[in-house]
């Protein structure tokens, strides 16, 4: 199993709503990622996940709040957001963080803050 | 600074033309250079990858070249199809901490 997977894939909510998004692997990876991606622009990193802790916040505001509950799942939990947080967000597992391996991504989940 | 700058940022070939694509890195970048392909509305997938210890790598039409000491590597495509049209990002492993950083992407169009 290759797959990094991301729910809900489609997610519109209000600007005084909660949500979280959700990201799950079953490859025994002990790094997983968020990024954020605007239309036509690269994925940007927002926080970095070593061995079920957190090792790296691209100084993200603190609307977003990230969590490991165990090796496999990765929560990303929404609160306060604004129209320009709107993108797709896409969760990412490697082996260990700062390996020379292959980061696999899941297919993403595009939010809409309206 | 943590950082990969990537050329150019659109490029459009005829079917069967060959397409590069370039990155530089900054200095603080380690010794993995990954490059993914992103269609419409898809993940980004990695399609080849290199490590500092190789100059070359290749993978059918698809080849990667690394200058560690001119700080760049380029992505060759051979013989396009329409369906290697996608935006294509490099990225560079940086070691404060790990990041896996991304350049500003290539949107590479292959006219049939």
């Known amino acids: 199993d290759t797959e990094v997977t991301q729910t809900p894939k489609h997610l519109v909510m209000g600007m005084t709503n909660k949500k979280s998004l959700k990201c799950e692997q079953h490859?025994?990876?002990?790094?997983m990622y968020w990024y954020k991606q605007k239309a036509k622009k690269p994925p940007e990193l927002m926080f970095v996940?070593?061995?079920?802790?957190?090792?790296i916040n691209e100084s993200v505001p603190s609307r977003f709040s990230p969590e490991c509950p165990n090796s496999s799942l990765l929560n990303l939990h929404l609160h306060a957001l604004q129209p320009e947080d709107s993108a797709l967000y896409l969760c990412?597992?490697?082996?260990?963080?700062?390996?020379?391996?292959?980061?696999?991504f899941g297919q993403g989940t595009r939010l809409t803050v309206v | 600074g943590e950082n990969v700058e990537q050329h150019p940022s659109t490029l459009s070939v005829q079917e069967g033309d060959s397409a590069v694509i370039k990155c530089t890195y900054s200095?603080?970048?380690?010794?993995?250079f990954p490059w993914y392909k992103q269609e419409l509305g898809k993940r980004p997938q990695l399609i080849i990858d290199?490590?500092?210890?190789?100059g070359e790598k290749k993978d059918q039409r698809i080849a990667v070249t690394l200058n560690k000491t001119a700080k760049h590597f380029s992505l060759h495509i051979t013989e396009t199809q329409p369906e290697d049209s996608a935006v294509y990002f490099c990225?560079?492993?940086?070691?404060?901490?790990?990041?896996?950083?991304f350049g500003q992407g290539t949107e590479l169009s292959v006219k049939p």
């Open positions: 490859m025994g990876h002990r790094a």
């Open positions: 990412a597992s490697s082996q260990v963080e700062s390996s020379n391996t292959e980061a696999f």
């Open positions: 996940y070593s061995y079920e802790k957190l090792s």
């Open positions: 990225a560079a492993i940086f070691n404060q901490g790990g990041k896996l950083i």
């Open positions: 200095d603080s970048a380690s010794n993995y």
């Open positions: 290199i490590r500092s210890n190789v």
